[in-house]
């Protein structure tokens, strides 16, 4: 079961504006991620779906986390189908994200009453989302959807929307605060935060200084938007 009610899970997704995304099949890699960016003061993490037996690596993580890392909200990411999605809410999955808008999916997750956050491209799509209980959309591919700029053009129309982009987005100041300032609720970050030679060569710290200044930039930039 979710360590994290529906409302915790989008009050820390907000607070954070950085929602780390990751995979690797080996486990005690995972947790090294995870504490590095905990560390960092990061507090809500994706564990991609993206490997065989996947789910195993999650379970051992999600248990460790609890004692390790209590403050940190896991959930999963790419998620499908329903079956995928039902399976990750059975091992304590707190939120769980999808590449796109699937029905089934949102109903097994609002019968948990745990979010949801599929990814969307057009308004169309937004608006379904939304109309199903979708607190939170996510932006993807937001670099190819036409950038900052699709933020703040879709933002005036569903003011009220909670957005998260994914793809596209990299720890550098002037890119994040171009996110920002175009209004997305926080941002998705994988690759940039963890390439193959920052994992290969074990380090964790530069992970944690990653998501330092990640997190310095997205405050930075919300204080100029206010």
Not at 153 to 172: D, K, Y
């Amino acid at each position: 079961m979710a360590r994290f009610n529906k409302v915790q899970v989008i009050t820390a997704m907000q607070d954070t504006g950085l929602v780390p995304l990751f995979y690797h099949p080996d486990t005690e890699v995972v947790k090294q991620v995870i504490k590095a960016c905990y560390d960092a003061g990061i507090r809500v993490f994706e564990f991609t779906n993206r490997g065989d037996y996947a789910h195993q690596v999650f379970n051992e993580v999600n248990h460790w986390a609890e004692i390790e890392c209590p403050e940190m909200i896991l959930g999963v990411g790419t998620v499908i189908d329903e079956a995928t999605a039902a399976l990750y809410l059975q091992l304590g999955a707190n939120f769980v994200v999808g590449t796109y808008f699937d029905e089934q999916i949102c109903q097994v997750c609002n019968k948990r009453l745990v979010p949801y956050c599929p990814g969307c491209g057009t308004p169309t799509e937004i608006n379904r989302a939304q109309a199903h209980g979708c607190d939170i959309t996510k932006v993807f591919p937001a670099d190819e959807l036409g950038g900052p700029s699709f933020v703040a053009n879709i933002l005036a129309p569903f003011r009220w929307s909670n957005i998260m982009v994914s793809g596209g987005v990299t720890p550098e100041k002037d890119n994040l605060q171009r996110w920002i300032q175009a209004g997305a609720m926080c941002v998705g970050m994988g690759s940039q935060l963890f390439s193959e030679e920052i994992i290969r060569q074990r380090q964790w710290q530069r992970i944690s200084d990653l998501c330092s200044n990640a997190l310095k930039y997205i405050a930075q930039a919300r204080l100029n938007n206010t």
